[in-house]
Each structure stands twice: as C-alpha cells, then as structure tokens.
C-alpha cells in the first residue's frame, strides 16, 4: 500500500526556473492538499483539490499553480521559482468529511531550494 | 481568524519523565483535532479526537479534548530517545478540506 508519493524528494532551481512537485495516492482520496512547513511557521496550506476538476487556494497560493485530472494526481507547479519558496513541501491527502476518519496522510517531502 | 496555539515550542527532558504537550484553538465549525509526529520526515497520524472528555490511548500516549475551553492535551509517560520529534496539533473543519496546524512542540528527550 503506497499511500501517498511524492517526487522529487531533493531539488535545488535556480531563480526564475520553473518545475513541477509531483504527488500520487492510490487511496482513492477525494481531499489532496499541498502545504509547505518552514521554521518556526508550522504547515501553511498553498492549494487544495475538493475532487477531480476542483482546486482551490489556501494561505499562500502567490507563486504556485495546481491542477485536479485525476483523483489520483495533484502536481504543484512553481511558475518562477524564487529564494522565498526555498521550504520542505508536504503533499497530502484525506478522505471526505461523510466518512468516519478526518486524519491527513501526508507525501514524505520534497526539499526545495532556489538560489 | 481561525488558528491553533501549542505550547510549549520546545521541551528538553530526561528520559523516564512524563510531559505534557497543550493544543489551544480556535477554528469556526469544528469537526476534529489530530495529533501527530514528525522525526525527520511527513508527519504520522497518532490520534483523532471529537468528542469532549473521552481520552485517547495508545501504550505511553495519551490525549483528550474539552471542546467547552478549546483545547487539547498530550500525554507521554515514561518518555524514551525514541519519543524526541516534533508534534504537531491540527483542526479540521467541518466544511471543506481545511486543517489549520499549529507551528509544533519540539521535544527532546535526553538519555
């Protein structure tokens, strides 16, 4: 049971460099979310997907896209990748609030560093 | 503005002793409050709470929550190295995908 993977797990951009943070889950989850966990900030939600089709921002949207294909797949896009989105990115995924578990499971993350 | 509170930021025991780890919140329409743990990596899912007064339990661990003053406890007995992370107090809300997470309690746990 893979649960929830998320790739790259290490990767340093260059200012202005565009890539994308890849998340999967095979747990047919309809609630992925991705946040970014810097120091002393704790986990700031950037986007959130309800279900296929269906994104939404969070606290930090500026400088990222999402997109929903897929129950399966939410890949973040950094657009111009700049020093202040330098953080550890967690995707993770939840099962809708009419089911009896509320808990998130989260990617093992990605290290970002843009210099 | 919806937000959780933990306290302390950080904590440095000796093995053996017992801690305590506190949860405030405030979050409109509340569903849940989760804890988990963070060594070096995603954070693991230790317990879920939605009702006031009914503790939680998992071998060294416990927790509980009064919904009445907003906030929620976690218990460590008999603290091992093993124990030393970062654990982190959510809320979910009872609309939406919205978790609301405090910054995290670091607790070390000296042999």
């Known amino acids: 049971n893979a649960g929830v993977t998320q790739t790259p797990k290490f990767q340093v951009l260059k200012t202005g460099q565009s890539m994308t943070l890849q998340c999967a889950q095979d747990?047919?989850?309809?609630?992925m979310s991705w946040y970014r966990q810097d120091p002393g900030m704790g986990l700031r939600l950037i986007h959130y997907?309800?279900?296929?089709?269906?994104?939404d921002q969070g606290e930090v949207p500026n400088g990222y896209n999402v997109s929903r294909s897929t129950t399966e797949d939410f890949p973040l896009r950094l657009l111009s990748a700049a020093p202040s989105q330098t953080s550890v990115y967690f995707c993770?995924?939840?099962?809708?609030?009419?089911?009896?578990?509320?808990?998130?499971?989260f990617g093992q993350g990605t290290r970002l560093t843009v210099v | 503005e919806d937000k959780v509170v933990q306290s302390p930021l950080s904590l440095v025991v000796h093995e053996g002793d017992t801690v305590t780890l506190n949860c405030s919140y405030e979050?409109?329409?509340?569903?849940?409050l989760l804890w988990y743990k963070q060594e070096k990596k995603a954070p693991t899912f230790l317990f879920m709470l939605?009702?006031?007064?009914i503790e939680k339990k998992s071998g060294r661990l416990s927790s509980i929550l009064d919904k009445k003053e907003l906030f929620s406890i976690l218990n460590i007995t008999a603290t091992q190295t093993g124990d030393s992370a970062v654990y982190l107090c959510?809320?979910?809300?009872?609309?939406?995908?919205?978790?609301?997470f405090g910054t995290g309690t670091s607790l070390t746990v000296i042999p």
């Open positions: 993770a995924s939840s099962y809708p609030l009419t089911g009896g578990r509320t808990e998130a499971f």
């Open positions: 747990m047919n989850h309809e609630y």
């Open positions: 959510a809320v979910r809300q009872n609309t939406g995908n919205q978790f609301y």
């Open positions: 997907s309800v279900g296929a089709g269906i994104t």
């Open positions: 979050v409109t329409n509340f569903r849940s």
């Open positions: 939605t009702s006031s007064g």
